[in-house]
Every structure is written in C-alpha cells, then in structure tokens.
C-alpha cells in the first residue's frame, strides 16, 4: 500500500512524542499526562464527597469531562499512529486506556458509573518508564519473576482455602443458625473468609458455644496457614535474589567464589 | 474362588471408568462427576439464602435429592467394583464419599443438617488427577512435604500457644470480670485466641485500663510469635524446593530417601 | 551431718518417683500428675461459668481444694527430698509448682483470685520428659535456640515499635480528641498497638478526615513492619535447622557431601 | 578568628559532658539525660488522663514546663558547645532535641499541643550509645542495612498497595453506595486499606452481597501479598545475617563492600 508520505512523517513524529520518552517533546507529554491522570484521579475523589461536591459541583464535574475528552483524543491519536492499532488496543494498557475514559461517558445512562474512572491510576505505571527507573524496573522484575515462579503453588494453596472456607462456612451456618446473623451459607463463607485471613470485622461474630470454639480452631488454622504463601513467596524471592558470584577461578591462586563485579582477586590481586 | 468371567468382565470396565481416568469413558465419568459436584454444592448453598429457597425452594429440594441418589448408586458401584472395598471405604476419599451423601439423609430426622453436605465440595480434589495437572501434584508433594517435616515444630508451637491463650485467658476474666463481657474463662480464652491470632472481633474487648494494658501485651506477643509458624515452613518450603529426593527406594534393604544423583544406597552400598 | 539411713533410703525411693520417670512408679506418679493438673484446670474453668455454678458449684469448690491439698503435699514432699531444696524452688518448675497452689489460699481473702490457678497448667510443660518425646525435645531446642539468637534483635524491634505507638497514639490523641473515643494519651497508645498488630477491635476508631489518613499510614507501616519480626525468626531457624551434612568423604571414590547417617558412599558404594 | 583560650577549653569539657559518655561526668549526664526524658513524658502522658489531670494537674503543669526550661538550656548548650552549630541542629537528633521543646511553648497559643512533646521519646535512643550496647548496634545495623536493600522493592509494593486501594476503595464506593457507610472514595480507600492490611476494625463493613463478594477477595489478595514485603525482608536480613562484609576502604581506590576475608581490593588489586 502506497502512502503520502508527508502524513506517514507526521504520524511517526506522533508516535514518537506519544509512545517514547527519550526525545523533549516525548518527555513532556508522558510528565504532563501523569499530572493530568492523577489530577482527574483527584477531581473524581473529590466529587464523591458530598460537602465538596456540593459547593464546587459544577467545577468538578466540567473538569471530570475536559479530562474525559483529552483522554479520548489521546486515546484516537494513539490508535492513529501505531502500526498496529489492534495489537495496542488489546493491550494491558490499551486496555486501561479505553477503560478510563468509559466510564465518564456510561455515567450519561447509569449515573454513579463515573467515579469507576478512577481505574485510570493504573496508567500511572507508565512512570516507571519515563523516568528511567531503571533499578525500579530490575526490582519489579525480581518480583513478578518470584511471583509468577510460585503461581502454582500459590494456586494450590488458594483452592486449599477455598475448601475450607466452603467447608467452615457451612459447619458455622448450622452450629449458629440465621439468629446470629449466619443468614445463609453465602454469607457464612464470607463470614469464615473474614476470620480465616484475621481481618475480623465482628459485623458477625459466632455467638454459641460451639460456634466459639469452632471459630477458634479456625483461627489457629488461619494462623498456621498464613505461614504458607509467606514460605512460598520468601523461597523464591531468595531464590531470584540470590547474590550473584562468578564462576571464575583467580589463574594465579585459583580461589573462585569472586562477585560478579569483581576485577581482581580478592586473594591474591591479580587480574581476573 | 470362582467368579462368573462376564461379570468380571464388566466389573473390570465399570472399574476402569469409575477410577481410571485414562479411557475417554473414565475421563467423562470424572468430568460430569466434578460438575455434578460443584452443582449439588451450589444447590446447597442458594438453598441456604432465605429470599431464593422461598422462590425455588421445591425445586432445590428436589436437585438435592436428585444428587444425592445419583451420589448413593456412584458410591455402591464403586464399593462393588474395587477388589478391595473395605480399604476403599476406610480411605481418604472413601470416607469423603459417604460423608458426601450422609447428611441428606440425616435431615429427614434433623432438619437443618442437609446443609453439611457442601463437604462433597472435598470430592473435587480429583480434579487434578483428571486434568493430569502433573506439576500441581509435584507442588502439592513439595507443599506436604514441607507441611510434615515441619509437623512437630508446629505442635510444639501450637501447645505454647494453648498455654499462653489458657494463662492469658483466665488473667483477663480475673482483672475485667463479668461486668466487661469477659463472662467465664472458657469465653476469655475465645478472646484470648481472637486476640494473639490478630483477628480482633471486637465482640469482647478489654475496658479496664489494667485490661488493656494485659492485651496490648498479648498483642505484641502475638506480633512476635507470628513468626514463629512462618519461620518454621519457610525454612523447610525452601529445604524441600531446593533438596532433590529420589523417590526410588533401595531394592535391597528398602531404605528410602535417597538423593537424586545417588547410584548406591546409603545404608546397605547396593546399587540403585 | 549423720542421717537415718532408713529414712535417706526413703528419701531416695520418694526422689526417684517424684522426680524421675524411668521407674514404672515413677512414671505411673507422673501419669496421675498430668492428669491431676489436666482435671484441676477443668475444675477451675467450669467453675467460672455462671451457669454450671449455679448447678455444681459445691462438689467445684470442694475438687478445687481437694487438688489443692494434692498439690499442696506434692510440692513439700519435692521440698523435703531433693538434696537441694533452695534451688529447686528457685527453680522455674519449682516456682509454678507454688504459683499453682497460691492462689486457691489466696482465693479466702481475695475472691476470684483462686482462677489465677490455671497457671498450674505451665506444669504440664513436663508431659514432654515423661512420655520420652525425645524428638519434640529437639524440636523445643531448635526453636529456644533459633528465638534465643534472634533475641537482640528483636529488642532493638519492641523498641522501636514502642517508640512508635508512643508517638502516634499521642498524635492521634491531638488529632482525634476525646470526643471521639481518644480520651488520654495511654488509651490512645493502646489504640496505636491494637492498630499496627493488625488487631482491630474496632472499639477505638478514627473518625475524623485526618485521623483516618494517619491511621492509614500506622496501618501500612505496621504492614511492612510486620515482615521484620518474621525475616529475624525464619533466617534463624533456617539456620538453626540447616541440613546436617556429614564432613566425611569417601576413601575409596573420595566424594563428599554425605548424609550424617549414611554408612555407604552413595556413589561408589563403598564404606564410609 | 581568635578564640579566648579558657573560653575555649570551658566549651571543650562541656562538649565533653554533654557529647560524649565516656568520662563518668559524660555518663552522669547523659543518664540524669534520660531519666528526665523518660520522667517528662510520663507527665504529659498522666496530664492527658483527665481524672488524675483534675486531682494533680498544677503538679503536672509545673513539670511540664521544668522539663521543657531544661532541655531548652539543654539544646543552647550543646549549639553553644559545637563547632558546626548549623550541622548539629540539621542531624537527626538535632531536630528531634528542637522538636521535643517547640510544642510547649505552641501551646501557649494552641492549647493541646504540648502533648505532642511525647515526641522526645525518641530522644532515649541515645541510649543505645549511652551504655555502650554495640551488639545491639551491631544488630541495630544489620536490620538497618536490610531494610535498606529491600528499600526499591518496598516501594514498588508500596505503590501496588496504593493503585490497589484506589481502585477497590471506589469499586465499593460504587457498588455499596453511601447508605452503607462508604459516603465517599477517600473513605472507601480507607477501608480497603483497613481490610488490606488485615486490621479490619468493622466501623465500615459491606452490606451487600457483591460488596461482601469484593470484600472476600480483596482480604484473599491482602492474604497473599502480605506474603511479598515479608519474603523481601526476610531474604535481605538472611542476606546481611550471612554475608560478612568488611568496613574497610581500598586504600588506593576507595572502593567498599569487601567480604571480610578479601585480601586484595577486588577492584584495583592493591592490598588492604
């Protein structure tokens, strides 16, 4: 397909501005839209309140939809500008994208829906990139790395609590019954799931007996178990964290066990 | 003793379908007894919420008892199947199984107690020997092994923690008395282990000023021995990650436990 | 000083029951001790529940001091034959042992004091010697060592989160004010600990703007704070617990790394 | 500039006294130093209890003033006595000594805000150097440097948690509404970060089944990701536990972090 060039320039001048961050003007956009992204994340925060949003109303809900239009006009050039507009746009951040600037405009049918726009802090992450947090970006790597390494077990783990608290919920929905606020077995579950992670609100809280020492031997359980993804998430992050040594042996002493970083023999001095 | 070869025949396949999972039948079988399952469980649970059963309470009445008698004639097949049915009905999921269908029964004499049928929900485990879910088995052995190592170390533990709630328990009830909501020894140490485990209903708390200076320290206690169960299965989460066992046992004198790269068994000098 | 031998013979027979759990009589006495001590705290329990009182509280009262007198004989028989007397009742076993009968005299003077005899709960710590639990032993001595290690550190740990609680509990106090609920700075200390141990009763909350932002931020510290206690506790039992490793290498094919109970190189076969 | 020499050495023994804590005088100092401190917060801490404030409160009152009159002398004296006046009053305990005296004097004009002079407790961490408890320094520094290292993963997780309880603090907002107590985003974060953490003090709690259904997974994610900071620490204190590095500087090139057995700079090869 044959293109105008003089257009193709301007779109790939576009893209740098919009997508890298090395170039000034690349730059600048990426700090003015954080500042933007977290001021409209303020504006949103502030008309829930019902004092403010009583006094500055009108304000906040102008600034919400100029917002909402920069958004969008981002949004298009974004998709106007990438080689591959579906690929963006089935994103993660394609994704967010579009999803912080639905809501304003579903808020036209349902009202309330607006303040799901907030979901747009999440394209703040962007931060890390312009501003070359490089280290951050090493450590985020560690972590996703240890996190994604203990995916099954912590899969494993989570059904294991699903079961009990399936299991707990409904014994407690019985022992108690729906005088004590065990309404049904839904809400018991969510009951044994507010106690078994030790959050324990005590909106409900058992009443019995039975239901108390019951209750007790969850806890104990909870309290064991917490111990789980901790010993699962601790071993791999050790794991990928471990100090890294070189495997080179000093040619004149042969002592091995050097760092990584090391130029010279700790032993002996000589060059490595 | 003889036996009718076409009936063992058959007694061959039925066997094949109910417990292999290898054939297409066995793989169905398991298949639409896993959703059968979590069907009957939800039937249980919505049957539980007040506002549902009112509307379609016949209806689940009759789903339960559907799935009950479905559960029944599965359990009697598998009991005639299996060469051995007294070991099958003593094992692990032998027992689930008949626990799985008990309570509905139950409830024709004590009404309320249909709803401890959701411990079926424990028959979905077989899930990961449908799916061949390999690796999640070789996590499961590595988390149940950790899990056993550290068994004695968590008893010892959990026997201090008794100690302490027990102790703890009966000094609040003698500082706040019955007046506080501490009304016997028995309900204190309820408090005492919502306490220490971090939970903090908030059903009794200490009003006393001695009182709560006693639960501030049981608090910090608890912050401090939280450790306690994380350290142990951490420690032994990342033995059992890092030491490779092999599961061969030595053909001579048995022992097992032998290192992965072993080629002679370390007690009798055989080799492997 | 010239004895009686008969009686010195008597002393020791006495000695070797009392204190020693090798002889069938020594062991039966032990036996009927926890048991004893088990039924005692029983005792003590019910009896503070208003309503099994009301019923049986004559033959409690009477157990109480029946287990009492018990106690009361045992503990001068240890006194009168150990060679030492002093230092067994300076010892721990021999201070609970009198903490555990105190408080049932005391109980005639003071009212209520006589539950602080669940102490006597802290002598069935011996159940361990009795029953040769030889291997819990080494388990308790692996934790003791392992808490023991991290002993400095966490002091310098409870110090610093004491200073912390100081300081935001008498920041909530100016904050909050007593109108709601922070009525002195040692109830709102005691507020801060429920707070960052992750408690929460809930009795004490933040109600205004800026005392929920601060209770956010005490929230999120006591979060990561609570990572320290655990990484102090897990890298000591790790330690303590670290897989023995015989120094040992084999004459024949020279390999180490053997097992401190292996007799056979698990290589070359040969023995160790 | 000229300096009067018996100007010079007065100024020479009172930096001594008040500094340092090795002559018995230093000592004296600096223990009557933190009796004082220990003594005056105790007072503003009984002040704030309005029952003994009512029975003693000009007692208080007067101390409270004391103590600040001396630790003002106090603070001009070691600015007077210093040969960087301006480095002193900008370090760590330079700001602390200026702040645990300000409140009083505030108070004057806002009364209230002499309670926040508890915030001189924080001056008794001299005391670690005052009785020369160096393995707690020691141990002060591991945890220290560990917490350090784990620094950047912190604040990753740290800036997790924060878009986390953004964005399920206004999923509730929407979905409960302000009939159910979360009358605004900022106050629905709160609560997501009071249900993240595990606290959970119950004066916001979910009422409706899908808030109960957000709720329930917002407490599992807190499950598992309390697991993260602890296995970041954990594996940082394990890390500076074992790893043994010399203080010691490169003569030649400066260059630190030498392990402890290193006899050359690893870096430049000259000798240490």
Redesign the interface.
């Known amino acids: 397909m044959k293109k105008d060039s003089s257009l193709g320039k301007y779109r790939e001048t576009l893209r740098e501005i919009i997508f890298e961050a090395e170039t000034p003007a690349g730059k600048l956009f990426d700090i003015i839209l954080i500042v933007s992204i977290v001021l409209s994340?303020l504006v949103?925060?502030l008309d829930?309140?019902?004092t403010i949003r009583n006094s500055y109303g009108g304000f906040l809900v102008f600034s919400e939809w100029f917002f909402t239009f920069l958004f969008t006009i981002e949004y298009f050039l974004r998709l106007s500008c990438v080689d591959r507009p579906f690929k963006y746009a089935t994103s993660f951040f394609g994704i967010v994208d579009l999803l912080a600037i639905i809501p304003t405009y579903l808020s036209l049918f349902l009202p309330?829906?607006q303040?799901?726009t907030?979901?747009r802090?999440?394209r703040?992450?962007r931060i890390f990139r312009v501003f070359k947090l490089v280290?951050?970006l090493v450590?985020?790597r560690?972590?996703n790395q240890?996190?994604r390494a203990s995916r099954?077990?912590?899969?494993?783990?989570?059904f294991t609590?699903f079961?009990l608290v399936?299991?707990f919920g409904?014994?407690m929905?019985?022992i108690e019954?729906?005088q004590n606020g065990f309404?049904?077995?839904?809400?018991s579950?969510?009951w044994a799931?507010?106690?078994?992670?030790?959050?324990?609100?005590?909106?409900i809280?058992p009443k019995t007996?039975f239901g108390?020492?019951l209750?007790?031997v969850i806890?104990?359980i909870?309290?064991?178990i917490?111990?789980?993804?901790?010993?699962?998430?601790?071993?791999?992050?050790?794991?990928s964290?471990r100090?890294k040594v070189s495997t080179q042996a000093c040619r004149v002493c042969s002592a091995e066990d050097?760092?990584i970083?090391?130029?010279?023999?700790?032993?002996?001095?000589?060059?490595l």
């Open positions: 994340v949103v925060m829930s309140v019902s309330g829906s303040f799901l907030v979901i802090i999440l703040v992450l280290q951050y450590e985020i560690v972590l240890a996190l099954r077990k912590i899969i494993v783990f989570l609590v079961t399936i299991v409904s014994m929905y019985v019954g729906e309404t049904s077995i839904p809400r579950i969510y799931i507010v106690t078994l992670t030790t959050v324990g609100y005590g909106d809280s007996c108390q020492t209750a007790a806890m104990i909870g309290y064991a917490i111990a789980v993804p901790t010993g699962i998430v601790t071993t791999e992050i050790a794991r964290t100090r050097h760092d970083d090391a130029k010279h023999c700790k032993y002996c001095g000589a060059k």
